[in-house]
């Protein structure tokens, strides 16, 4: 199959040619780790530039069975990546399961939790109970490129052009008690949702992107 090794030529060209400055005044990924494992979440649509980013970090990635899942998880693997397969829609039990045992044996896990299937930019239960039953905060990042291309798709999956401004943010980590209730497990979601939704918007700002 080819797709992967041209993806990984493809991501990692618009790496090399554009600029992802580490902003001043706010953390990178490397003093995140310091703290401990956590579960990295970030909008479906922006997945394309963080298999570059946490390249060869030992991150364990959730990647659903799917067809198209199939295809993100040969480039994962190019990168470095182990993988966890399952989603909310399909292997959702095996999937959580098999992040539970990455965060307990201290690696680091990502995931977008408005996938696979959407709706995009709201995030899922999912996310809630594996910081629950791990302990592992949540810790929102986004990546954002001044000129990129979005795809017509249900994320509108985004693609930067080769040398564009660009800029990552990691936001603050979101730490998730284990015992809720279902309004409690609600207001979390939101708070997930906003969190990402702020961390985007720094990055887009960081860049330089218009919408």
């Not at 990692?12 to 310091?34: E, H, I, N, Q, V």
Request: hydrophobic letters at 40%; a positive charge.
């Amino acid at each position: 199959m080819v797709i992967p090794p041209l993806a990984r030529v493809l991501i990692t060209m618009l790496a090399w040619t554009g600029c992802y400055p580490r902003p001043k005044g706010l953390p990178s990924f490397p003093d995140c780790r310091a703290e401990g494992p956590s579960i990295l979440v970030f909008w479906h649509g922006r997945t394309l530039m963080h298999l570059y980013f946490y390249r060869n970090l030992d991150v364990r990635a959730l990647v659903s069975r799917s067809r198209d899942g199939e295809l993100l998880a040969r480039t994962l693997v190019s990168f470095g990546f182990s993988l966890v397969r399952g989603s909310s829609s399909r292997g959702g039990f095996e999937g959580m399961r098999g992040l539970l045992r990455a965060l307990k044996s201290r690696h680091d896990v990502t995931m977008a939790p408005d996938g696979p299937r959407g709706p995009a930019l709201k995030v899922q239960g999912g996310v809630i109970a594996l910081a629950q039953l791990s302990g592992a905060p949540i810790r929102p990042v986004a990546w954002s490129a001044r000129w990129a291309w979005r795809a017509n798709s249900w994320d509108q999956f985004m693609i930067p052009l080769p040398f564009s401004p660009g800029s990552i943010v990691w936001g603050a980590p979101i730490h998730v008690p284990r015992n809720l209730n279902e309004r409690e497990k609600g207001q979390f979601q939101q708070q997930v949702t906003e969190a990402l939704e702020a961390v985007t918007g720094e990055a887009d700002r960081l860049s330089g992107r218009s919408h």
